[in-house]
């Protein structure tokens, strides 16, 4: 039964920082790219980041980049997602994706396959 459960969510002040990690199995982990998307409030799950099968490549959102750090541990079948100088727009349910691809990364939510529900992260000022 595959399962991915996030964990590390909560309140933070803006310009804090924050880690989540999502936990995977079911599924030969190291085999699968890994993805982070969250939904705010009203609005559509975006995509964040996303990491390759080793860890090699990685792509952000521009949203994000230079303030976020996604990387994964196949050993513990762990991804993570580590936020700095967060801002009140990075509020919303943070969801981790798997997909499994020969090559290159994926931003579509549409193309992933496997999901956890999410972790609540609150970002106030």
């Known amino acids: 039964q595959v399962q991915l459960v996030e964990s590390g969510g909560g309140l933070v002040q803006a310009g804090g920082s924050l880690r989540i990690s999502c936990a995977a199995s079911g599924f030969i982990f190291s085999n699968y790219n890994m993805g982070w998307f969250r939904q705010a409030p009203g609005k559509e799950r975006e995509f964040v980041a996303t990491?390759?099968?080793?860890?090699?490549?990685?792509d952000y959102a521009d949203s994000v980049k230079g303030r976020i750090t996604i990387s994964r541990d196949n050993a513990k079948n762990t991804v993570y997602l580590q936020m700095n100088s967060l801002k009140l727009e990075d509020t919303g349910v943070y969801y981790c994706?798997?997909?499994?691809?020969?090559?290159?990364?994926?931003?579509?939510?549409?193309?992933?396959?496997?999901w956890g529900r999410g972790t609540q992260v609150t970002v106030s000022s």
């Open positions: 990491i390759s099968r080793g860890g090699g490549l990685i």
């Open positions: 994706a798997a997909v499994f691809v020969s090559s290159g990364l994926l931003r579509n939510k549409n193309d992933y396959a496997y």
